[in-house]
């Protein structure tokens, strides 16, 4: 049972208001590039305190606990039980409430809406699952009509319209929606190569980046198109890295107020060449040395000449692990950049003159962590 003081290294899981720990083996993932949490757990069938076996059935409302704090709230969706002629065990997973969001189907009343924001649509979708939706950065303005489309599920239905808003859609502790953007906020902490880093891998990749990306719309026409019911607009842009011919053409999600087809190309061609170079640094515990959990959408400072890294990174996604070898977090990371979705929307002519100057002066210092 759960003790009074849990230390920063006890994992248990709460179901049913019983706290059950002495996990053998652990794994839980939280990333900003994923709407649900996961979790996963290995323990013996009979608990330490109790009187008898009680199995975790599929379907409990539950929560996963690391030193006392909430890093999942949802559901267990898988429970398998094991033995031999030596030993027995309990293994359960599962994932926040989000979870059900990526399995089941869009249904709302006649599925569309009309002058309608993000977040009105959102909590429309996830009233029947009593999950909340968090709203932390600025939706943009309503969609003048919005439809489900036949036989996607809710995450499908939410995730394309956030990609025309330029945010996120993320989880938190309480498995809540979150509509959110990149953090600015930075750690009290830092990651340094010979100090508290385990291990560190990194890798950049041109594969999935071009040297000129052309986003496509079309327009309303007028009397100089010949009557033409649409025009068909563009705007472009080149990646002066890749010095080698590989065009992308890219057709616009939509077309109106907002982020012009040329800050969607910016956006495509800045998000590509961030996560063109990743990685993942391994550190002990589940903690830093400010004192909280490891968490994804944070920055951290990192040090490490190994990889090329002097630099304040995102976090973009949390795995923390418990075996033989303790308690781990394993951090994926990534430049801040990668999740700056559509950064021209709601531009002045000055914050876009600024903004040009300031990548400019990227690539003069050579602030492009794939060429180090």
């Known amino acids: 049972m759960r003790m ?3 230390n920063q290294n006890l994992a248990e899981l709460k179901v049913g208001g019983a706290f059950y720990g002495g996990w053998k083996r652990l794994s839980i993932t939280r990333s900003i590039e994923q709407i649900a949490g996961t979790f996963d757990l290995e323990v013996t069938e009979r608990w330490p305190g109790q009187s008898s076996a009680r199995p975790i059935k599929p379907g409990e409302p539950c929560q996963v606990l690391l030193g006392g704090e909430p890093v999942i709230t949802g559901h267990v969706d898988t429970a398998e039980v094991s033995y031999d002629n030596s030993s027995h065990s309990f293994r359960v997973s599962g994932r926040d409430k989000t979870g059900d969001l990526v399995d089941c189907s869009a249904i709302y009343k006649t599925g569309q809406w009309a002058n309608s924001k993000l977040d009105r649509i959102a909590r ?7 999950i909340k939706v968090v709203v932390e950065t600025d ?3 309503a969609f003048p009509s919005y439809k489900i489309q036949e ?7 939410l995730e ?5 808003k330029a945010v996120l859609l993320v989880s938190n502790t309480a ?9 600015k906020q930075l750690v009290a902490a830092y990651l340094a190569e010979g100090e508290n ?3 560190a891998r990194a890798e950049f990749s041109w594969k999935e980046r071009f040297s000129r990306y052309t986003v496509k719309g079309q327009d309303k026409g007028n009397d100089d198109q010949n009557g033409a019911a649409v025009a068909q607009i563009s705007g472009a842009v080149t990646d002066e890295t890749i010095n080698r011919y590989r065009p992308l053409i890219v057709l616009a999600e939509s077309h109106g107020p907002g982020a012009t087809l040329r800050d969607r190309a910016e956006w495509e061609r800045n998000v590509r060449a961030g996560r063109g170079a990743r990685g993942t640094i391994s550190v002990q515990g589940w903690r830093h040395a400010g004192g909280d959990i ?16 002097d630099a304040d990174m995102l976090i973009v996604g949390c795995a923390y692990t418990l075996d033989e070898g303790g308690t781990r977090t394993e951090l994926s990371i990534a430049r801040r950049e990668s999740f700056e979705l559509l950064a021209g929307i709601g531009r002045s002519k000055l914050s876009q003159k600024l903004n040009d100057k300031e990548q400019k002066e990227k690539k003069k210092k050579g602030d492009d962590w794939s060429l180090q």
Request: proline share 8%; with cysteine; net charge neutral.
């Open 139 to 141: 939706v943009g303005a």
């Open 160 to 164: 394309r319209a956030a990609r025309m």
């Open 124 to 130: 429309d979708l996830l009233d029947p699952f009593k």
């Open 197 to 199: 880093i385990l291990s």
């Open 4 to 6: 009074d003081n849990p």
């Open 175 to 183: 498995g809540d929606l979150v509509i959110t953007r990149a953090s």
């Open 294 to 309: 490891w968490r994804p959408n944070t920055l951290v400072r990192v040090v490490s000449p190994m990889i090329y890294l």
């Open 151 to 157: 036989g996607e599920t809710v995450f499908e239905c």
